[in-house]
């Protein structure tokens, strides 16, 4: 089973400025299936990025990702308000679905 | 329009048991083509993917995360166009938001890009 793992756990920044999160998986991700959600406080996830760099309908392109093997990077171009919010990776490999702990974007 | 509404949710004791429904209302897709979800999360916490089950057309198998097998059960009504999680010998751990996520496309079934809004389980005596 993979083990996700996410950095920073928290990240501080503000509005107007290029986050850059990471997720690490403990083996390769052979085959691309990894995803990026959003979750603002009280609401349920929102689906960003699938299969590694897809961006989900109605994602606005400020949103990017990237990767391959056991890396992963979410990219948010410049901070808006509604940005700020906890970031979840998320594998899926022979029947099993995985997310990673999170990072929490926070206003600086 | 879709949405996805969980209930059933509530307060209950060490050792016991409970049902959460999740009705998915769509004129979309059809309900017994969605592979369905549970994910719950715990207090302040992250996502915990609790199992999966599958439309008939895929088999309508079942997995489940090694947390839950054996304590956790899915299964669906097509007709009703629900999943259940029939949860038993409950630990104050279990206590969580339950969801229930699924994709709205065959092309995103490794994905849950809908959701629920929850509903609250909580495990105490």
């Known amino acids: 089973e993979i083990v996700l793992t996410q950095s920073p756990a928290t990240l501080s920044l503000s509005p107007g400025e290029r986050a850059t999160l990471s997720c690490g998986a403990s083996?390769?991700?052979?085959?691309?299936?990894l995803a990026w959600y959003q979750q603002r406080p009280g609401l349920a996830p929102r689906l960003l990025i699938y299969d590694t760099s897809i961006r989900a309908t109605g994602i606005p392109d400020r949103f990017s990702a990237s990767g391959s093997g056991t890396k992963f990077t979410l990219t948010i171009s410049k901070l808006e308000p509604e940005d700020f919010a906890v970031y979840y990776c998320q594998h899926y490999d022979t029947s099993l679905f995985t997310f990673g702990p999170g990072t929490k974007v926070d206003i600086k | 329009e879709v949405s996805l509404v969980e209930s059933g949710g509530g307060l209950v004791k060490p050792g016991g048991s409970l049902t959460l429904s999740c009705v998915v209302s769509t004129s979309e897709f059809r309900f017994s083509d969605v592979w369905m979800n549970w994910v719950r999360q715990a207090p302040g916490k992250g996502l915990e993917w609790l199992g999966l089950?599958?439309?008939?057309?895929?088999?309508?198998?079942?997995d489940y995360a090694a947390p839950v097998k054996g304590r956790f059960t899915i299964s669906r009504d097509d007709s009703r166009n629900t999943v259940f999680l029939h949860m038993s010998s409950l630990k104050t751990e279990d206590t969580a938001i339950y969801f229930c996520a699924a994709p709205t496309q065959w092309e995103l079934r490794f994905y849950f890009d809908l959701w629920g809004l929850g509903t609250l389980l909580t495990v105490s005596s």
């Open positions: 089950i599958r439309s008939k057309g895929s088999g309508g198998t079942i």
């Open positions: 083996q390769s991700v052979n085959n691309n299936k």
